[in-house]
């Protein structure tokens, strides 16, 4: 499945980035684990190639970003900030969140860009320190 492939390689470059090369969780999800999902997933396409997705969990009038992935052959593109742009443009909620690793710069100077503030900072059980990060609309 394509979804899964692109999750794999963005997610290999974060747990790069999180010194959690053995031990991360996003990339031992099994494919059921999307099939099976009740989220709502977004692709966005470079030419016929799956460049980046984002996993939706909406509920009442709160929008999660479960995940936001970009394939790092299209890295540095603002495909991220095209698929966030997206969210904000087709879903009426109140309330926008997301989590990520502390140590993903890049990622965190993307949301802040979006104006999420950071609500939170904690330390999973598989070692691996993460912010929640939540925007409200406007």
Sequence with gaps: MKIREV???????????LNAEKNFPPLKRPLAGYIESDNSFYGYHEGVALAAVIEIKEADKLTHIQSLVVDPV??????ASKLLSFLFENFDSEVFTVETGAANDPAIKLYERFDF????KWMTEFGIEKVAFEKKSD
């Design 7 to 17: 999750f794999q390689a963005s997610y290999a470059v974060e747990a790069k980035l």
């Design 117 to 120: 503030v950071q609500v939170k």
């Design 74 to 79: 299209f890295f540095r593109k603002g495909i």
